[in-house]
């Protein structure tokens, strides 16, 4: 494996957070999203991607942020892992950058690892701070509970 | 990797022989005689084997190679088919159903079956040279085999491993085996890792690392790490990550290290030999490459699928022409041919997707011979309708619940021989499976000429186990009493046996074969035997749905299990304790606010208006009927099913979701999860 990973930056609560670019299928703008019942309180609904029934995950209820509404910069970043797609929604993504394994701190040296630890690393560059989210982590969760 | 795009007809044509292979011994056991049967299976053996070798899949090479010796020592005459013979081909071919199971499943064969080669050399008379020869190649596999808690390092691994052995670390061989439910297999091989590389080093993984991270294994992989903590601090650490099925730790000394010096040390980009080396009940665990699901199809139809789609295209261009000379006669034309094409199209691509129901049914034969082995009873299976067509998806699904309904039939139904001669039947019971198209569904009975079902028992078990009271039993006919045995928990042989009454069964195929969209019901005359009906719809993708407005909301409910749909007043709703019924047509209906159920937001609840008219969607499961209250009804369409994805598993009363004519996704509700809903406060 290269050393260096391409991560999709995105801008949650004017924080940075990274996802790595192997698990992103596409960036979506706002689209109608339909309420499921009985859901999990972080989803959305689902949303129609091109045929598809995607679930829609508000990360700003998953990691327990103010709740603000959509605007225009608003993004679905669809993720995906094995057979799962799930789209997140963020304030706005419009960067793709390149680090390499030495830019990223792990964060188990850092803090104890939580259950709701969903921070694979922190990333460096230029002075800027990039969470970087643990895809599996973030997807698996759920289904324990 | 090239071989990938064989690898599916491969597993296709093997098991048209294999089912081949199947019925023919099957008619061997029957015609011990019969060579044109015998050639037959050689024949299938012998395509086995080429196709296999080409595979590269030597183990099943190996096993028809001797299937074949037998076979043509028997065609030769030096032997006579017996029932030792056929056992023994029945279990070489099961074990070659393994094999390709393996194969399908993980990449790989699996190990190999040495104590069959060995079975099948024993009865080989003569030919001793050869036999001795290959015993003493299986004795070094056997060698091989027992050495098992070691590990095979590579030399560098092998002196670190030393190193640390030296320095009184403890050096472990972890074995990690996954929950059969695991959905993320290596994300969850990944927490694993990870949480061990917190106070341990990992210096050998078997898959490798890589192989894990792309979920190239089964559903186990080991680890070799050196550690300060010992194996308790290790195996607590390591409880605490669910959908783990077992922890191994097997501490390393250096006498169960082996040196092996073809593993590569960084990952293995041709495991192809360390994956020969599993043995035989604990091997098949690394690779599974994914198979995808396919469908034999009928070249007719095919071309048919083609001419609707040239159709298509045609009128495609006619509505692009219309905006031109904007005639209104023109486009509505159009639209209404447009409209017959997709219906024809729908068609067709259904039928793309039937096969017949053979494929299942052909598996029951060989059960019916085995059971009645085992059991001692002779039976008979006439099956008819095997051409019938359904589902792809139904066929993969009715498996289960029909080979539980036969081995109830076989173990509950039919009674011991004596017992039938008393009552003056045949000696030889029969099971009758017969599957047939009525309408838009297809209906398969299973049907056996035993005991029936003792209601008065039945009754009597209901009340003991306290899922009806004994007032409600007698007012019960014959028919209620028998769809007791749906109930879960419930079983009426006394003593448990292998084969069927652990009283989990009936209820399984219930829910099973609803969860298909069908029904299940039982008949059954005493003294004289039993039928149990099962009624599947004929396709599941696409389905007629009536859509209803719920707050801002739309749902689809399934036109199946709407009974009607009717308005009553809201003064007219009572309630009983907590739950709303209304009296209707003689009879009390319960009423569900489906608002309330789904907590739509935004709907006008509190100010009940008392006049008020509301519309009720009655529908139905099985004799039970429930009134859904919903705000408006918008229509009947078809609908195209789609799951909300693995994401959004079980979310309780939702179906599924369907994406409508303008993009919007509405929501398919759940009829069945309604009346258990009710269920507690009906009853």
Redesign the interface.
């Known amino acids: 494996?290269s050393p260096i990973n391409q991560y999709v930056v995105f801008k949650l609560n004017k924080e940075n957070y990274g996802v790595p670019i192997e698990h992103v299928e596409t960036v979506e703008k706002l689209t109608?999203i339909?309420?499921?019942?009985?859901?999990p309180h972080y989803?959305n609904g689902?949303?129609?991607l091109r045929?598809?029934?995607?679930?829609v995950m508000d990360l700003r209820k998953r990691f327990d942020l103010e709740h603000i509404s959509t605007t225009d910069d608003s993004r679905i970043i669809v993720l995906s892992?094995?057979?799962?797609?799930?789209g997140i929604l963020t304030d706005s993504c419009s960067e793709v950058i390149a680090l390499d394994k030495g830019q990223i701190d792990k964060t188990?040296n850092l803090t104890i690892p939580l259950e709701d630890d969903y921070v694979e690393g922190i990333g460096k560059l230029n002075e800027r701070m990039i969470i970087i989210l643990d895809i599996?982590?973030l997807?698996?969760n759920?289904?324990?509970t | 990797m090239d071989m990938a795009q064989y690898m599916q007809i491969f597993i296709e044509e093997s098991r048209e022989n294999l089912q081949d292979m199947n019925s023919n011994l099957l008619y061997l056991e029957d015609n011990p005689e019969d060579t044109n049967t015998l050639n037959n299976i050689f024949r299938v053996a012998h395509t086995l084997k080429g196709m296999s070798a080409t595979m590269g899949f030597n183990n099943v090479t190996h096993l028809t190679h001797e299937m074949e010796n037998i076979l043509d020592h028997i065609r030769k005459d030096n032997m006579k088919v017996n029932v030792n013979i056929i056992d023994l081909l029945f279990q070489c071919f099961d074990k070659l159903e393994g094999y390709i199971g393996n194969i399908e499943n993980y990449g790989h064969e699996g190990g190999e079956a040495t104590e069959l080669i060995n079975k099948l050399h024993s009865v080989k008379p003569g030919d001793t040279a050869r036999a001795t020869c290959n015993k003493n190649h299986i004795t070094d596999q056997n060698a091989e085999n027992s050495s098992k808690p070691t590990v095979q390092l590579n030399e560098y691994v092998n002196n670190v491993v030393s190193v640390a052995i030296k320095d009184g670390l403890n050096v472990n061989l972890i074995k990690i085996s996954l929950d059969d439910g695991c959905v993320l297999k290596s994300a969850r091989a990944y927490v694993v890792i990870n949480t061990l590389e917190k106070f341990t080093d990992i210096i050998h993984s078997n898959p490798s690392i890589e192989e894990i991270e792309d979920e190239i294994f089964g559903l186990s992989f080991e680890l070799v790490v050196i550690s300060e903590k010992d194996n308790k601090f290790i195996r607590k650490e390591l409880n605490n990550i669910s959908e783990i099925e077992s922890i191994e730790i097997i501490p390393l000394s250096r006498e169960n290290i082996k040196i092996s010096q073809d593993i590569p040390i960084i990952g293995s980009m041709d495991s192809n030999d360390t994956k020969n080396k599993g043995n035989e009940d604990g091997g098949i665990t690394d690779k599974k490459t994914r198979t995808s699901k396919t469908v034999r199809v009928d070249i007719d139809r095919l071309d048919n699928l083609m001419n609707l789609v040239s159709e298509l295209i045609i009128i495609k261009t006619r509505l692009e022409g219309i905006d031109e000379d904007k005639k209104r006669q023109n486009a509505n034309e159009a639209i209404e041919y447009l409209e017959r094409i997709t219906t024809s199209l729908h068609d067709a691509v259904m039928k793309v997707r039937m096969v017949p129901i053979e494929r299942v049914f052909n598996r029951f034969p060989r059960m019916v011979r085995d059971l009645s082995k085992e059991l001692g009873k002779n039976i008979t299976l006439i099956m008819s309708g095997e051409e019938t067509e359904v589902d792809r998806t139904v066929v993969d699904e009715i498996g289960d619940p029909l080979i539980h309904l036969i081995r109830n039939s076989i173990d509950h139904g039919i009674e011991k021989t004596e017992k039938r001669m008393e009552s003056g039947k045949e000696k030889t019971g029969t099971v009758k499976l017969v599957a047939y198209p009525d309408g838009n569904n297809v209906v398969i009975e299973v049907e056996d000429d035993g005991g029936g079902i003792d209601v008065e028992r039945v009754k009597k078990k209901a009340v003991e186990r306290g899922i009806v009271t004994h007032e409600e039993v007698q007012l019960m006919d014959d028919k209620e009493s028998i769809q007791l045995l749906f109930n879960p928990g419930f079983s009426t042989v006394d003593a448990v046996s292998d084969i069927s009454g652990r009283g989990v069964g009936l209820d399984v195929v219930k829910t099973k074969i609803e969860s298909l969209g069908g029904v299940v019901e039982a008949d059954s005359c005493q003294g004289k035997g039993t039928k149990f009906i099962i009624r599947l719809p004929l396709t599941l993708a696409i389905i007629q749905a009536l859509l209803v407005v719920v707050g801002t909301e739309k749902y689809a409910i399934p036109l199946n299990s709407i009974k009607e749909i009717t308005t009553i007043k809201e003064s007219n709703i009572r309630r009983v304790q907590d739950s709303e019924v209304v009296l209707y047509r003689g009879s009390t209906l319960p009423i569900l606010r489906l608002s309330k159920l789904l907590n739509v937001p935004n709907t006008k609840e509190l100010h009940k208006d008392v006049d008020k008219e509301v519309v009720v969607v009655i529908v139905k499961k099985g004799e039970k009927d429930a009134g859904l209250i919903v705000d408006s009804l918008i229509g009947q369409q078809e609908i195209v099913i789609k799951s909300l994805g693995k994401y959004l598993l079980n979310i309780p009363l939702i179906a599924g979701a369907t994406i409508l004519g303008n993009g919007l996704i509405a929501l398919i509700v759940d009829i069945n999860s309604y009346f258990k809903f009710i269920g507690g406060e009906i009853i």
């Open positions: 494996m109608e339909t309420r499921v019942p009985n859901a989803i689902v949303m129609n045929g598809e029934v995607i679930p892992l094995d057979e799962i797609s799930v188990y599996p982590k997807l698996i759920n289904m324990d």
